[in-house]
């Protein structure tokens, strides 16, 4: 099993507070030492790094908890191996391409028996079930809807059928984004909070950091944080259903 | 116009030494400071660093010239904007996926009233005329071959064939690997240089920084370095022609 963080957020925002505390369980307060990685998105495009050292002992994941990049949504995954060796190839997020925008996509959990069938337009590289799945669901979207991006709605729709097929087959918590909306699925865990004004303390349940995000926010920010388990103590994380899907667009979730 | 720098070995290799002369031309010693990007082939999986900074400015930059990342196939670029914005979708390398491989591209020059028709199987993200000059060949390659990755030297002829097409638009130097092989194609300025037994010392021609490869290299170690201005000012470069392709494997030139 590996652990999943998200962000969702109305304006570019850093992820340095809440990637510390995860980057934590890879390898020093868990035992998820088999690999991360993170994607964030900036415009269209995309900063991906992986790397199959544990997180807590990687320089790049060092630079991430240094260096503030901004991004309005993020996906990092840290591993610990039960389908695919230890490989950089093997490590979440995924990305691909797709209707010219980049997808990223990473996943909790474990699939048996699920052996979609793949017309190689989207192939997989490496040997988890997690990018197989990856690899169906873009295969599966570009079929129905052909070349054009659809409505969030219509997306929804599909994704949340999709979803519901794979999770047949086990244990499927996963986040996917094209970097306009935050698409996220829970089998067994996922929590999420969002952070709005009057913004408040926070404090790191893995590392003894505290942030005060009033002073590093303005009023009209809002940030949604999803995650396989709660990153922080003083925080209400909404727990998600077994079986549901949330999207997250500017912060926050919406119905669709 | 841009610069571009190329690996190729035989058995995993370093790329600071080289990358650290050739960053200092993102901004430093040239003008190139429109972005900059690398990509390391790491068995089946891609490290992928890009940057819309100047590479002598960028925090990433200055991880990768002090962590050394071991890879057989190397490529990297640094930007000054000709067509499209100064954007992170802009810069390149690019990454797709064909046939379960990932593909890295990136090209220095200029295309006119380059046109081609896209099926949608692979679309820029950025606005470029090089991701569009790679998806084209992309999509070529898999409509010649189908589903599975040919021999290298029908790869090869495919390979020539498309870029001499392309070149006929501009100036088209450019470098694309799979991580087995590394493509390039000349229109105006590459140059090469194979490193092997018995090493000598090397001085680059943009910081004052020389190395003795005896001493970091083993017999068997080679190394095949090719960019698109010479990097040291005591090692024979070999210029291509105009309109050559050559192939490099294990650090060498392959006749293909």
């Known amino acids: 099993m590996c652990q999943l963080l998200g962000m969702n957020c109305n304006i570019p925002t850093d992820i340095v507070f809440s990637f510390t505390g995860f980057a934590t369980r890879g390898g020093g307060t868990d035992v998820h030492?088999?690999?991360?990685?993170?994607?964030?998105f900036e415009g269209a495009g995309v900063r991906h790094f992986v790397d199959y050292q544990a997180a807590v002992r990687s320089p790049i994941a060092d630079l991430i908890k240094r260096y503030p990049i901004k991004s309005k949504n993020v996906i990092a995954h840290i591993r610990k191996a039960t389908q695919g060796e230890v490989t950089l190839e093997n490590c979440h997020p995924f990305v691909r391409e797709l209707w010219g925008r980049y997808w990223v996509f990473a996943h909790n959990g474990d699939l048996k028996e699920f052996a979609p069938e793949l017309d190689g337009s989207f192939r997989p590289v490496g040997t988890t079930d997690s990018e197989l799945a990856f690899c169906h669901i873009l295969q599966q979207l570009r079929a129905r809807f052909g070349q054009q991006l659809p409505a969030l709605a219509e997306l929804s729709a599909a994704l949340r059928e999709l979803t519901t097929a794979i999770a047949a087959h086990g244990t499927f918590n996963m986040m996917l984004s094209d970097g306009s909306a935050l698409f996220t699925h829970c089998s067994t865990n996922l929590y999420y909070v969002v952070r709005k004004y009057p913004f408040a303390t926070a404090k790191l349940s893995d590392e003894d950091v505290l942030v005060d995000f009033s002073e590093v926010t303005t009023p009209?920010?809002?940030?949604?944080?999803?995650?396989t388990e709660p990153l922080t103590t003083n925080e209400t994380w909404i727990p998600f259903a077994p079986g549901e899907m949330r999207v997250f667009v500017d912060g926050e979730p919406v119905d669709s």
Chains 1, 2 share one sequence.
């Open 220 to 227: 009209n920010d809002r940030v949604a944080v999803i995650v």
């Open 33 to 40: 030492h088999d690999g991360w990685g993170i994607a964030f």
